[in-house]
Every structure is written in structure tokens, then in C-alpha cells.
């Protein structure tokens, strides 16, 4: 069966960074692009970018673009994301999620990361 | 960027009941809607995607309809696990970019 699995809780100070990672397994890596949502506490879902695991290529949303770096690591089936220069408002629950058949329609979903920026 | 706007920002309804729930385009987004249901403490869960094409799983009282700019799901019996809060995603400006709405809660009445 499809499972991500994200890393654990992480609590960071204002200006560090954090890379959250996301381990598939129950299908082929390579066939899907991932994409990573984040939800602040008691906010709604935040669409952060997608990579194709594929070829690696990126689409970042434009408010996190120069912060946020999505990677892969096909030998080991793990996404990750990297976010840099973090604020108070990045604390948020981060997602990954995987596309369906077709691109950023997402049927499964990482259990969460949440990241905690605080000083 | 394509605005989407969800309403009411809170439902109640009663079990057994029809659930109606709208989602506004600020330009048309075609059919590349999809809806996502979220549970508290759990990942959102792929209910529809197309507007209107259940995904794999769901049951057949969650349905989706519309196009362009206006959209709604619709839950015809509401069963007590119906109750969280849901959220509509535009895909149609993909690449390079997604949005969600704000969402709606369903709560019991």
C-alpha cells in the first residue's frame, strides 16, 4: 500500500532553517511528482511547491520562492523540503503529498511535520 | 493569482440532512477542481477531483458539481465521519501554480 512518511517535530529559532523529509514506499518514486502544503494552527491549506520525481524539476509558489528548496533521493524513494531564513509564521503542520494520475491532485497524503519557529 | 472562495465558512446540519457546499473562482478554472475533506489531527483525504469524479473510495453521497467559476460539493446524507472541514483546490493554472480555498466547516447541528 502507498505510505509517506514524514520526519519528526522539529523546534527552530527565527532566522534558521529546517529540511522535513517525506519516504515513499508501495510504488514506483520515480512515476509521480510530490508537493508540499503546509497548515498554520488553526489555518487552512497552503499549496508550497511540487517536484517531479522524476527529473527533479521544481514549481515553487511565488511568496516562498528564494526560502524554499525541494530535493529527491530516488535510491532511497525520500522527498525533501527545505525552508530557510524561517519566521514565526512558518510554524505550521507541512505536508507532503503525491499526485494522483494527474499533476497536483493529491490521493496521498505525508501525516505531517509540524514545525515550530520560536525564540 | 486565481482567488478561491469557499462558503459558508461554517455549516451546520443536522445527521441525515443534505449538505451543500460552494466554491467561488475568481476567473474560471475550467473543471480542474478538486475537493479535499480534513478530519482534526489528520491529512486532508481526496474526495473529488474534475469537479465532479469521486476519487477511488468514496462513497457515492459525496458528489461534485460545475464549472468555471462557480462549484459545489454536495454530501445528499450526512453520516456522523461527514463532519470536518473541507477544502476546494484550482489546479487550472498548473504550472506553475495551485490554491486552495479558505474552507468550510461542517459541523452537526
Known amino acids: 500500500q502507498v505510505q509517506l512518511v514524514q520526519s519528526g517535530a522539529e523546534v527552530k529559532k527565527p532566522g534558521a532553517s529546517v529540511k522535513v523529509s517525506c519516504k515513499a514506499s508501495?510504488?514506483?518514486?520515480?512515476?509521480?511528482?510530490i508537493s508540499w502544503v503546509r497548515q498554520a494552527p488553526g489555518q487552512g491549506l497552503e499549496w508550497m511547491g511540487w517536484i517531479s520525481a522524476y527529473n527533479g524539476n521544481t514549481n515553487y509558489a511565488q511568496k516562498l520562492q528564494g526560502r524554499v528548496t525541494m530535493t529527491t533521493d530516488t535510491s532511497t524513494s525520500t522527498a525533501y523540503m527545505e525552508l530557510r531564513s524561517l519566521r514565526s509564521d512558518d510554524t505550521a503542520v507541512y505536508y507532503c503529498a503525491r499526485d494522483s494520475g494527474g499533476p497536483v491532485i493529491f490521493d496521498y497524503w505525508g501525516q505531517g511535520t509540524l514545525v515550530t519557529v520560536s525564540s | 493569482e486565481i482567488v478561491m472562495t469557499q462558503s459558508p465558512a461554517t455549516l451546520s446540519v443536522s445527521p441525515g440532512e443534505r449538505a451543500t457546499l460552494s466554491c467561488r473562482a475568481s476567473?474560471?478554472?475550467?473543471?480542474?477542481l478538486a475537493w479535499y475533506q480534513q478530519k482534526p489531527g489528520q491529512a486532508p483525504r481526496l474526495l473529488i477531483y474534475g469537479a465532479s469524479t469521486r476519487a477511488t473510495g468514496i462513497p457515492a453521497r459525496f458528489s461534485g458539481s460545475g464549472s468555471g467559476t462557480e462549484f459545489t460539493l454536495t454530501i445528499s446524507s450526512l453520516q456522523s465521519e461527514d463532519f470536518a472541514v473541507y477544502y476546494c483546490?484550482?489546479?487550472?493554472?498548473?504550472?506553475?501554480?495551485?490554491?486552495f480555498g479558505q474552507g468550510t466547516r461542517l459541523e452537526i447541528k
Open positions: 483546490q484550482q489546479y487550472n493554472n498548473w504550472p506553475p501554480s495551485i490554491t
Open positions: 508501495g510504488y514506483t518514486f520515480t512515476s509521480y511528482g
Open positions: 476567473q474560471s478554472v475550467s473543471s480542474n
